[in-house]
Each structure stands twice: as structure tokens, then as C-alpha cells.
């Protein structure tokens, strides 16, 4: 097996394309070395990230009036403590706090994070909750995609051959926007989360005027039920409402089994923390709705 250090962009999108069907990009490692070690995958070549150089921003935190840029490079302890990541998306800063140990999110990227499309990891619910884009670069060309759409199934993308997660991007949110990530673990502290629940939400005078609600680590992708959350609108977030919502997330999902719980077990965890993560939304941090 070679590893190759290239350090330009340019340099790492030809090295794809010449060995398309036997090599690996590998940025934090986190990931592909497992898979190595437990012989999951077996490139003949590898493709380091940590030499790249020639892509502004790629290991910065970046905030502005639309919101906040993290470049691919950046490791998941840096956004989990990122004033500016807290500021804008804190459901997101909470996702990547939560991700194994501290020894992992001191070596893996977020970039590395997306681009594995880990069912069972933290952050992508969160980004598809928080309306997050993706973007991507194959050399000079560069295109945006959704985090909505960027995951196409287990441990797979929308990435083409050649392709690099160069930033993620996550829009400011109207005022009065709350959120949050509740993971759950059957097994240890450090391991994926058995269910993942993003939820994302605005109140104008007590009335719920923006809902979302994403369930990760359940099947291939993480999932929404945008007919449940809509026809809440406009009501109060109280018991009944949040129990509703409960209720039609579990109802509509169809989830995996798996060594960290089976489809009914992870059906009954949603009913419960969807409710418990929206009852904590629906009042400020001083207690008051």
C-alpha cells in the first residue's frame, strides 16, 4: 500500500482519478484506519489531506453576517469549541463534542465526517437540521450541495471521483431560532449513538413558526418527516404538541437493526427523546416559554 502526501488540491483530485478504483482519501484517519485494521477495505493507495495547502480556509472557523464557514480540515474539537459554531449553530457544536473521545475529535475532520457518511456518527443529522452546505472541489471546479442531499445512503455520497469536502456552511438563523442535539447511547459514552435527534426550531409568541426534527444513526440517511413538524405549525409547544410530533416521528420511521438496538428499541427511544429535546426547546435558558 503507498500513502502519498500531495499538497495541492489539484494534485490530490489527479491522484483520484488515476488510481478511481483503488485509493482511498484520507484526512483525520479516525475512520479509515479502523476499516483498515478490521479489513473492511484494502486500497493499494493512499490519499493524505494533511498536506493540502492551496484551499483558503481549510483549517479555519470563519464567521460572517450569513453565517459561519468551516473549512474541511478543521478537527471536530475545534468546532465543538468554536465561540463562533456555538453562536450560530450550538446544536452543532454539541454534535461534535460528542463524537467518541477526546484523542478522535482531536484528529478527525469535519470534512473526513461527511465525506465517510457514517450512519451511526453525530454530525450529519445536526447539519441537515441547521440547513448546512456542503462544498465540494475536484481540482478548479467547485459546486454546493445540501447536507440534505450530500447523503445518499450508508457510507455513501453525493461526492464524485476526485472530490474534496472543502467547508461546510451554515446559514445564520432567523432570530428567535432554537436548537439542539440529544444523542443516546446503548453501550458505552464513547460509542455512536444508538439514535441521534436534531431538532431545530422558532417561536413567534408562543407559537412554533419553524420546526425541524432529524433522526440519525436509524437508517442509511438521516431522516425527516416534514409532513409531522408541519402540521404543527402555528400551535403552542406544549406536551400535546410535542407528544404529537413524538408520536408521528416514531410512527413513520422505519429503522434499522443493529448491535446497538433493534428497530422496535430504537422506534421507542425516538417517542421518547423527540418529545423530551422539543419540552426543552420550548423554554429559554431562564426557564420562561
Not at 465543538?80 to 461534535?96: E, F, G, I
Not at 464524485?160 to 432554537?178: I, K, M, N
Not at 402555528?234 to 443493529?258: F, H, I, K, W, Y
Request: hydrophobic letters at 40%; glycine letters at 10%.
Amino acid at each position: 500500500m503507498r500513502f502519498i502526501r500531495p499538497g495541492s488540491l489539484a494534485e490530490i483530485s489527479a491522484l483520484a482519478h488515476e488510481h478511481e478504483w483503488d485509493a482511498k482519501l484520507i484526512s483525520g484517519g479516525t475512520a479509515v484506519v479502523l476499516m483498515l485494521q478490521q479489513g473492511l477495505i484494502s486500497p493499494g493507495v493512499l490519499i493524505s489531506l494533511d498536506g493540502l495547502s492551496d484551499v483558503p480556509g481549510w483549517r479555519d472557523v470563519v464567521a460572517d453576517d450569513d453565517g459561519v464557514r468551516i473549512g474541511g480540515g478543521v478537527r471536530l474539537a475545534d468546532v465543538a469549541r468554536s465561540p463562533d459554531v456555538r453562536r450560530v449553530a450550538p446544536s452543532l457544536a454539541t454534535a461534535a463534542g460528542l463524537v467518541g473521545n477526546s484523542r478522535i475529535r482531536n484528529a478527525a475532520t469535519l470534512g473526513g465526517n461527511v465525506a465517510e457518511a457514517d450512519y451511526a456518527s453525530d454530525p450529519p443529522a445536526v447539519l441537515v437540521a441547521v440547513d448546512a452546505q456542503v462544498e465540494v472541489r475536484d481540482g478548479d471546479a467547485v459546486r454546493t450541495v445540501p447536507a440534505a442531499d450530500i447523503f445518499t445512503d450508508f457510507y455513501t455520497t453525493d461526492l464524485r471521483t476526485g472530490e474534496v469536502v472543502t467547508a461546510v456552511h451554515v446559514p445564520t438563523p432567523e432570530s428567535g431560532t432554537r436548537s439542539s442535539y440529544t444523542k443516546y447511547c446503548s453501550r458505552s459514552a464513547e460509542d455512536r449513538p444508538c439514535v441521534g435527534i436534531a431538532t431545530r426550531l422558532r417561536l413567534e409568541d408562543g407559537a412554533l413558526a419553524a420546526l425541524e426534527v432529524v433522526v440519525g444513526a436509524v437508517a442509511g440517511t438521516p431522516q425527516r418527516w416534514p409532513d409531522v413538524t408541519s402540521a404543527v405549525l402555528g400551535r403552542r409547544l406544549d406536551e400535546t404538541t410535542a407528544a404529537q410530533v413524538a408520536e408521528g416521528c416514531a410512527a413513520s420511521m422505519n429503522p434499522l437493526d443493529d448491535a446497538r438496538g433493534s428497530g422496535w428499541y430504537r422506534r421507542e427511544v425516538v417517542r421518547v427523546l423527540v418529545r423530551r429535546s422539543l419540552l426543552e426547546l420550548a423554554v429559554d435558558g431562564s426557564g420562561r416559554p
